[in-house]
Every structure is written in C-alpha cells, then in structure tokens.
C-alpha cells in the first residue's frame, strides 16, 4: 500500500561499499515522526530511519539546508511475518523551522 505524506527530513546519509563480501549500497533518511502519546508516557518527536535509494541519490539533496519539508511517497511491505515502510520519493518543499 502506498501513501503520500509531508515529512520533515532531519538528515540522509550514503553508504556504498563492501563488508565481508557483501555489497551494500543506500541511501537512508531520516524524517522526524510523533512519538506515541497515548499511554501519557511519551510527548514529542523522535527521528525515524527509512531506507530510501541507491546511494548516489544522495547527491541531489546533499547541498540542501537540513532540517526541511519534503511531500513523500511510502509503501508498507512486509516480509510475511514483519511489515515495514520504506520511501519512494522525496520532494522538498520548504525549509523547516527549527
């Protein structure tokens, strides 16, 4: 399932390489989201991280002033057993205040 949402990203951040073998190569983001509040234990804002692109997409945001406002595109999927959310586009709107 997909849905739009406005998020503000906070940070992104590139990894490209190898690690035993393995090759990775992502780009995550970061985007502030509303902690739970309604068991009256928590209040405010954590920061959440989405797996996002490869990681030369990274380039087109890198010289942008963080925090900012950006209309998303999410998709739930789910291995089965766990479901997770990941971004499938970022479009900056506006600078945040911070």
Known sequence: ?????QLTITGMKASKGE??????DSTKVYAMTDMDESKG???GFATVE????????FEKYKGLT????ADCELEFVTSGKAQKMILLSVK???????
């Open 41 to 43: 234990n928590a209040k």
């Open 19 to 24: 690690f035993e073998g393995t090759a990775f």
């Open 50 to 57: 989405y797996g996002f692109a490869k990681a030369d997409e």
């Open 66 to 69: 963080f925090p900012f406002k």
């Open 1 to 5: 399932m997909k849905i739009n949402q």
């Open 92 to 98: 900056p709107v506006a600078a945040a205040k911070v």
